[in-house]
């Protein structure tokens, strides 16, 4: 499992701004206009860190997004997100309809069309769509 951490150093952050502008869920980073909302005497209590667990390609390793990310497009998308099989498998696990060990299959040799139901990168994904259909 991959875990990706995300350090917020507001000690030195010259709060712009952009991060909360730009922020794609709107909702992820808000800024306070409190005078002395950092204010510490330790500098370390002015970081902060988010741990959030990474989709890694079962074939190349490459990294696809995390988990909540995709969550997160799933829910923005509605019913239009089922038309990617990476939001289907995300979907049977939320849902509980398999568990992992039912259906993930071991990439053996070469990428097949079985593989296409595996956790894979556009890459790979391509790779087998093009290949066999």
Do not use: W
Request: net charge positive; charged share 30%.
């Amino acid at each position: 499992k991959g875990i990706r951490t995300i350090k917020r150093d507001y000690g030195k952050c010259i709060f712009c701004g952009l991060c909360e502008e730009h922020c794609i869920t709107q909702k992820g980073v808000k800024l306070s206009d409190k005078l002395y909302d950092i204010a510490a005497f330790d500098r370390q209590n002015n970081v902060e860190y988010q741990y959030k667990e990474l989709l890694i390609c079962k074939n190349c390793g490459a990294i696809i997004t995390t988990k909540e990310h995709l969550f997160y497009m799933h829910r923005k998308l509605g019913p239009r997100a089922f038309s990617s099989i990476l939001n289907l498998n995300m979907l049977n696990q939320k849902l509980k309809l398999a568990e992992g060990q039912d259906v993930d299959v071991e990439i053996r040799d070469k990428l097949k069309r079985k593989d296409m139901f595996n956790i894979l990168c556009p890459n790979c994904l391509r790779q087998v769509l093009v290949k066999y259909l």
